[in-house]
């Protein structure tokens, strides 16, 4: 095995299980983007850009319970917020030098996420795992209702509206600058589905799901690009699905494309950004119990997942933890344009 194989092999298995605590001692060879050490005095993670900030207030819930600089001026939440992300205790780790020091902060501490179709399935989870593990997370939503139940239940910030809605789309990156000032973790995750053969569709079935699956997530990665581009932790998940790489016999031609179309902005994007640093991968999950698949309670549903996967087995939704998180962290800072599929091996036959 080569030198790199040895060293990474131990980091990113944990990071697969979905570990939530903190990192020990992870040590990367310096890069092209490497840092010099934070200045010393104040708070131990504070670079020399945090120390020339003017006097100004943290506001609650988004740095945390940080000490003052030396001198008793007080950084700007949203910088001081890059600042930790740029400086952490790892400095040498190249441009995404963030790290958690003690099992009490989670992976993410410090980022800001923000997932959309979070009001139910794959979404409501995805919001409650980034959240878990130290980020804070904006939410968005057409069902307003349980979105407020989430964000009460997660300490998220929910922000309800209609993603195909360039007006929502607005709105959301206008809240999320004037709230934190840039964005780490973009999970472009709502969707919709058609149904029916193509011949018996109508134009504006297809379109909806057109507008929603795709059309929205090019416009809000286009949005949240300037909110992007100011944080050295930048990551854009795109959700597509296992139908994004191979062909399904259900009728649902637009979903089926979009998906696919998926798959492929996620590399155009990669390529875009990457000198940029920002990452932007894919997750390809397969069928996972929730409202949309009847939570996988059907028997002959369950049995053709058995039969089409190598693990033969229905999957738990929280083996989706691992790879979000994985996508999200450090964890895979030198992974980009990658579509990351979590299906028990449906794809491989």
């Not at 605590?21 to 050490?37: E, F, M, N, T, V």
Request: some cysteine; charged content about 20%; proline content about 7%.
């Amino acid at each position: 095995m080569s030198p790199q194989g040895i060293w990474i092999g131990p980091f990113i298995a944990p990071m697969i299980l979905g570990i939530t605590g903190g990192w020990a001692g992870i040590q990367r060879p310096p890069g092209p983007y490497s840092r010099p050490p934070p200045i010393r005095g104040g708070h131990p993670a504070l670079s020399r850009e945090s120390h020339e900030l003017g006097a100004h207030a943290l506001t609650p819930g988004i740095a945390g319970d940080l000490d003052r600089p030396e001198g008793g001026r007080v950084v700007p939440a949203r910088k001081l917020r890059t600042a930790l992300c740029r400086a952490g205790p790892m400095h040498s780790a190249g441009r995404k030098s963030f790290r958690c020091q003690d099992d009490e902060m989670g992976i993410l501490s410090g980022r800001v996420a923000l997932v959309t179709g979070a009001s139910s399935g794959l979404g409501e989870r995805f919001a409650k795992t980034l959240r878990e593990a130290g980020s804070e997370v904006v939410v968005t939503a057409r069902r307003e209702d349980r979105l407020d139940r989430l964000a009460q239940q997660s300490g998220s910030v929910a922000v309800g509206g209609d993603i195909a809605s360039p007006v929502h789309r607005q709105a959301l990156a206008k809240a999320i600058a004037d709230r934190f000032g840039c964005l780490d973790i973009l999970v472009n995750n709502a969707g919709i589905c058609d149904d029916g053969p193509l011949e018996n569709q109508t134009l504006e079935e297809l379109t909806s799901v057109v507008q929603t699956n795709l059309v929205a997530v090019m416009d809000l990665c286009r949005l949240m690009a300037p909110l992007l581009f100011v944080s050295d932790c930048a990551t854009v998940i795109n959700v597509s699905s296992i139908y994004g790489l191979v062909a399904s016999r259900s009728p649902m031609a637009a979903y089926n494309a979009t998906k696919g179309a998926l798959v492929n902005l996620t590399r155009h994007l990669a390529a875009q950004w990457g000198a940029r640093g920002v990452r932007v991968n894919a997750l390809a999950p397969g069928y996972f119990p929730t409202e949309l698949t009847g939570g996988l309670t059907d028997p002959a549903f369950v049995e053709s997942i058995e039969s089409q996967t190598l693990l033969a087995r229905v999957p738990s939704i929280d083996e989706l933890d691992g790879p979000l998180l994985f996508l999200a962290s450090d964890a895979s800072s030198y992974v980009t344009g990658h579509t990351l599929i979590v299906d028990g091996g449906w794809t491989t036959t």
